[in-house]
């Protein structure tokens, strides 16, 4: 019988995924990104969903440079799964569920509600209804949590995110390779992009 990934949900042992797993990790998760293909620079995020840091991130600096970069064509932002612990790797499958056009909508609202899910007494209660209010049935998003392939790829991608890159930490960004480890300020998030784009030129 199948097992529930909702039935081990705070068991920190689950098996790693088999090399010669029938699908390709880029084809169970595909790139995540918002901008431009084609722009000079490249900042990649990895984020834990349930990360202070992180959810500060998205609320104070990331607006500034959507606004600044990302629209003006001159910036791409790719975001990679980093969760730390079970319940950021479960809520970490929601916005993958929700659908392409959703993705990052689905991402916005789990990092600004945050503190009612992660540190409720019953999480996994509250993802649910974060889930229902973004238009996930109760039946897509028991579905979603109970894809073991899903679950898997992000927990092997996060691990060879942290082998490849370097990555200990959450946040930690990536500016067209350069690595930047916390929630900075704008201002030092701006001096990179710079050098970067000064660079590219």
């Not at 049935?137 to 995110?161: H, T, V």
Request: proline share 4%.
């Amino acid at each position: 019988m199948r097992r529930s990934l909702l039935g081990f949900v705070f068991i920190a042992a689950v098996a790693l995924v088999s090399p010669g797993r029938a699908a390709s990790l880029n084809e169970i998760l595909p790139e995540k990104s918002i901008g431009d293909a084609e722009a000079p620079v490249t900042i990649v995020e990895h984020s834990s969903l349930t990360c202070g840091h992180c959810a500060s991130f998205h609320r104070d600096t990331l607006p500034q440079i959507k606004e600044t970069y990302v629209d003006t064509g001159k910036v791409r932002l790719v975001y990679r799964d980093f969760p730390i612990g079970q319940l950021a790797l479960l809520a970490a499958m929601l916005p993958h569920c929700a659908g392409e056009d959703r993705y990052f909508g689905f991402l916005e609202v789990l990092f600004r509600s945050q503190d009612a899910w992660a540190r409720s007494q019953n999480p996994l209660a509250e993802l649910e209804r974060v889930a229902q209010q973004g238009g996930m049935s109760k039946k897509d998003f028991e579905s979603c949590l109970n894809n073991e392939e899903l679950y898997q790829a992000i927990r092997e991608r996060a691990g060879d995110d942290e082998v490849r890159y370097g990555v200990r930490a959450t946040p930690t960004f990536r500016v067209n390779g350069e690595k930047i480890t916390g929630s900075l300020p704008f201002e030092e998030f701006q001096e990179a992009i710079e050098g970067a784009l000064g660079s590219a030129r």
